[in-house]
């Protein structure tokens, strides 16, 4: 067992390479100098005395939305509190809240610790109206500008009453604005009208970051977390980087994969800071290609891990029919001899079986998610076409991940798991 503090580490600030905003927040984002602005636009009416646009803002997830609302928040609020001003920002994080009775029980709950500080209970037992009167309540309470973020909104689907309401709300001798935040571009899209009019009086796109933005941003984090390496022109990060323990295409390679991916800031920033811990793990400098490329297979490995871990009944079933399928030698089964299957394991296990066609869209998402490969080809002239599955990844990644449910390993130890032998 080794001991701690038994090594040198190429690192000097692990944090700085950590891509939990928790844990480290940039000061800047350089890269959405134009996105800041149009949000300073509409946050600047409340240093004049005036209620800030409401806004909108939408983008994958890793763009820098959050972070971004943050710096301009933090910035607004220094200013207000160096001029007397009474403002206030209230940060909800909707994640996780499917309906908009939830996020109305944690903004009331949010409200209230602004005034009477951390530890309020969340209200139960009300109706939505007495709710909407609750926050108009609390609202007039705190008084002044009061900015609320309503962080990852998309969480509540179709109910979108509180995005109706809020914003139509008139507190007395309240300013009030609103921003919504959303990873998932088609909820934007299917708002009501009424609502993406209210609350949209300003929209800002976060646009996935092309593979340079990413060198740069990954390039200013380098030169924070590593030993012997730094900038030399803050304009120009990644040209003028230079480091002893970091090999040139490392960086290039990292944001590669990620733009490819996703433009994702947050998983090139993932993917970096795990290819520098396997090095200094290893005791390894510099750090070099051959780091990135195990690093970017566990992530991806570890990420398809918690995908079919986290597969509700429906899904885990269709799955379990093509692992048979692996297990038996059967090459690329047809969708309806895949379904008899499935109806089996749900007899087997007395679950209600769902049709051929729903069957389908569950061996589509899973081809969506990169656990299976789908291969559509026709049966002959005038005969249509059928969709053949594959396994993209190993049986036992699947049986070994699929045994949360209790119905689930009836079937993986009862029917699948004896044919491994």
Do not use: W
């Amino acid at each position: 067992m080794r001991s701690f503090g038994d090594q040198d580490s190429i690192f000097v600030d692990m944090d700085r390479l950590n891509p939990n905003t928790q844990t480290y927040q940039p000061k800047s984002l350089p890269e959405r100098e134009a996105e800041l602005d149009q949000l300073h636009s509409a946050l600047r009416p409340a240093t004049m005395g005036s209620t800030p646009l409401n806004a909108f803002v939408f983008g994958p997830t890793g763009q820098g939305k959050t972070v971004g609302i943050s710096l301009k928040t933090s910035q607004l609020q220094a200013y207000a509190d160096e001029k007397g001003l009474d403002l206030h920002v209230v940060h909800v994080r909707c994640k996780g809240m499917d309906k908009s009775y939830h996020v109305m029980t944690h903004l009331i709950k949010k409200l209230r610790e602004k005034r009477f500080g951390p530890g309020e209970e969340l209200p139960a037992g009300y109706q939505k109206k007495t709710l909407l009167s609750m926050i108009i309540d609390e609202l007039e309470a705190i008084g002044g500008t009061v900015i609320v973020i309503l962080d990852e909104i998309d969480a509540i689907g179709n109910d979108d009453y509180i995005l109706y309401e809020l914003p139509r709300a008139e507190p007395e001798d309240v300013r009030l604005s609103i921003i919504g935040i959303t990873n998932d571009l088609q909820f934007r899209e299917n708002l009501d009208a009424d609502v993406r009019s209210s609350l949209g009086e300003d929209e800002i796109e976060f646009a996935p970051y092309d593979a340079n933005q990413l060198r740069d941003i990954l390039a200013r984090r380098a030169a924070g977390a590593l030993r012997d390496t730094e900038i030399g022109d803050d304009d120009r990060p990644f040209t003028t980087l230079a480091s002893d323990v970091l090999t040139d295409d490392v960086i290039p390679l990292t944001s590669a994969l990620a733009a490819q991916d996703s433009g994702d800031a947050r998983e090139a920033i993932k993917l970096l800071f795990r290819a520098c811990r396997f090095a200094d793990d290893d005791g390894e400098s510099p750090i070099t290609e051959h780091h990135v490329r195990n690093a970017h297979e566990y992530l991806e490995q570890a990420a398809v891990e918690r995908g079919i871990q986290s597969l509700p009944l429906q899904r885990a079933l269709a799955l379990l029919t093509v692992t048979h399928a692996t297990l038996t030698g059967t090459e690329r089964p047809e969708t309806k001899d895949l379904h008899a299957l499935y109806e089996t394991f749900c007899e087997h296990i007395d679950a209600r079986a769902i049709s051929g066609r729903r069957f389908r869209d569950k061996l589509n998402d899973l081809a969506d998610s990169s656990i299976l490969a789908k291969d559509t080809r026709g049966r002959g002239q005038g005969l249509g076409q059928t969709n053949r599955y594959e396994l993209e990844v190993t049986v036992e990644t699947v049986l070994d991940n699929l045994i949360d449910d209790g119905r689930i390993e009836e079937v993986v130890n009862e029917v699948l798991r004896p044919r491994m032998h």
